[in-house]
């Protein structure tokens, strides 16, 4: 079944792919915690990627707010745990049920009412800065004050509690890249992902063929909304901190499309290799700006500014189709 | 409370909608001609509040002198981003355009951040306490210069649209692109001078706005959205719309600042424009299109 996953990958591909995972697997091993750091970063925003993905990649479904699953995820888990020690993994059942009951209620709220297009993104924008604001006011959860959960008292490495150094957090967010990854390329050759793609491509005619756009649209936000929850719960506990001016604000709702836009929109290879050439170039980028002594903040939001006015420019596509080819990873269909 | 809070409220609030709806009377313009949605809005009006505020700083100069030049530096910088970089995602689909205009802002943002570092800064100007009263109504004198002036550009604007031939032209593209271009309109220059336009506009705006309010890099995303919620609720393309929705945005933020608190205010913004995407869509002024 996993076999039958990859089959459209050269072998030449699947080594490469092998090789890939195997060196992920030992990073802890060989790197430091800086760059173990930046490595945890770059799955995580290779992860709400591919989640967002579902959405705009498959569906063609603009998302700008992506950041309100992220928020509500990370706010559910974290409050559970500071207020009952409840670990994060049961908490996972009440944060994902919750990002995706939010993704159900804006994609129903657009798609009955047409919503669709720059209005149907100016939408969720709304939504996400409505929970930014709102929990800015939210004191139970700390308001803008923050939450901030607790780091001592627990061994070393309690997994369970998710509670360790970065090494723990590493394999965590690397598992659930790979998971991500397997659940939408059956998605996208499941049924459902099939209807997906003809609504992106033409929703009209989608329609005409008999598919049932607005409960095909609804499965996509809800996957989509519901797969950005653990990113969340993870972020939350990797941070140990939430602030609504943080999770929930715009620019991470930004960031969270840059990856897979960068890498190719809609492709399953191109959220990793977006966010791989995103935060490396901006990490290698900083440290060689420290070096000649200019520390300035923005500098590396500019130059993601930069980057992607030359993907939009240059390769409006992503890069991973060019690679793809280059390197003859996928089969030519 | 007694009631003359309410009306002073409400009035600065109206006042200082003005200004709004004149930066979405730029966005709302960009929209209806060129089909773009300009998603760097906000920040290419922090760039006009920074060069007021940098003007002022240095030479003394106060912004409401330097409201024309500001808008003409604005102007010059839209038509040629229209002309140069612009023009080329027409035909693109929309999420290009989209991402085309985030990485601009994206930009923007971050290299005034850098310049002017994340600290607000204003303009204190002789006449920033002055206050003009009226029986018991008291009107903050930049409010009302502020709002005055944004009149003035609008009505100048729509005057622009409506009687010069140049106006026309740009009507017409609106109306009808393949039409335009058979009876031999320059739609590129055309386009880019609306964009030029809207710009101009929004450079006026941020002019103004910068004695009425403290600046920060921060504020260009901020605005955007406003700017998307004004002319959204008003009708985009609409230009009456534009500054009714600016009114009655800027009158919900006053008074909800003043009846809850003023960092929720712009949540009520955020909640009409929920309710108007979903029970009114064209906008409050705008006419339904097929």
């Avoid at chain 1, 970063?41 to 989640?51: D, E, R």
């Avoid at chain 1, 995820?73 to 009952?84: C, M, S, T």
């Avoid at chain 1, 993704?103 to 657009?110: D, M, N, P």
């Avoid at chain 1, 929930?248 to 499309?257: G, L, P």
Wanted: net charge positive.
């Amino acid at each position: 079944m996993i076999a039958r996953l990859f089959d459209d990958i050269t072998p030449r591909g699947q080594a490469l792919l092998a090789i890939v995972l195997a060196l992920a697997l030992a990073a802890p091993f060989i790197v430091n915690d800086y760059l173990l750091s930046v490595l945890i970063v770059t799955l995580y925003f290779a992860y709400t990627g591919q989640a967002w993905n579902v959405m705009m990649g498959f569906a063609g479904q603009l998302s700008l707010g992506h950041a309100i699953y992220v928020g509500l995820a990370a706010y559910a888990a974290a409050w559970l745990f500071v207020q009952f020690k409840v670990s994060p993994w049961i908490g996972l059942f009440a944060a994902i049920p919750i990002a995706a009951l939010c993704g159900a209620i804006i994609g129903f709220l657009a798609f009955r009412f047409r919503v669709s297009g720059v209005y149907f993104a100016i939408l969720t924008i709304a939504f996400a800065e409505f929970a930014r604001i709102g929990f800015d006011h939210f004191t139970a959860v700390g308001g803008s004050a923050g939450l901030f959960l607790p780091v001592s008292g627990y061994a070393k490495y309690d997994l369970w509690n998710l509670r360790g150094g970065p090494e723990m957090f590493y394999y965590v967010i690397l598992a659930m890249v790979v998971i991500a990854f397997l659940i939408c390329r059956a998605l996208l050759r499941s049924r459902i992902g099939y209807y997906l793609l003809a609504i992106r491509e033409d929703e009209q005619a989608a329609r005409a063929l008999g598919i049932d756009t607005f409960r095909c649209k609804m499965i996509a936000v809800v996957i989509s909304a519901g797969m950005t929850a653990p990113a969340g719960v993870f972020i939350a506990f990797y941070n140990n901190n939430l602030f609504p001016e943080q999770v929930f604000h715009i620019s991470q709702s930004i960031e969270i499309i840059l990856a897979p836009f960068i890498g190719g929109a809609g492709t399953l290879f191109g959220p990793i290799i977006g966010a791989a050439l995103l935060q490396w170039l901006a990490e290698s980028l900083r440290v060689v700006l420290e070096a000649v002594g200019i520390d300035m903040p923005g500098s590396k939001q500019v130059f993601f500014g930069f980057l992607l006015l030359l993907v939009v420019i240059a390769a409006p596509e992503g890069f991973w189709p060019g690679i793809a080819a280059r390197f003859k990873i996928t089969r030519r269909k | 409370m007694p009631l003359d809070i309410y009306v002073n409220v409400a009035i600065g609030g109206i006042l200082t909608g003005l200004v709004y709806g004149l930066m979405a009377l730029g966005l709302s313009v960009i929209f209806g001609v060129v089909r773009v949605v300009n998603f760097a809005h906000g920040e290419m009006m922090t760039i006009a509040m920074y060069l007021a505020i940098v003007l002022f700083a240095r030479l003394g100069l106060d912004p409401l002198l330097m409201l024309a030049p500001i808008a003409v530096v604005l102007f010059v910088a839209g038509y040629f981003l229209q002309l140069r970089v612009i023009n080329r995602f027409i035909t693109r689909p929309e999420h290009s355009q989209f991402l085309l205009l985030v990485a601009i802002a994206i930009i923007i943002v971050n290299v005034l951040l850098m310049i002017f570092g994340p600290d607000a800064q204003s303009v204190q100007t002789s006449y920033s306490f002055d206050s003009y009263q009226i029986g018991p109504i008291i009107i903050d004198a930049t409010k009302l210069y502020a709002g005055g002036a944004a009149i003035v550009v609008a009505i100048a604007l729509v005057a622009f649209f409506r009687y010069t031939t140049i106006g026309t032209a740009i009507r017409a593209c609106a109306d009808n692109y393949t039409g335009a271009q058979v009876v031999g309109l320059d739609v590129n220059r055309l386009y880019a001078l609306t964009f030029g336009l809207g710009a101009a506009c929004v450079g006026a705006a941020g002019t103004m706005l910068v004695i009425i309010i403290d600046v920060t890099p921060a504020l260009g995303p901020a605005y955007t959205l406003l700017a998307f919620v004004i002319v959204i609720t008003g009708g985009l393309g609409s230009m009456s719309g534009a500054l009714l929705g600016g009114v009655l945005i800027g009158l919900t933020e006053a008074m909800a600042g003043l009846l809850f608190s003023p960092s929720a205010k712009s949540m009520f913004a955020f909640g009409i424009l929920v309710l108007v995407l979903l029970f009114r869509p064209q906008g409050i002024v705008g006419r339904r299109t097929a």
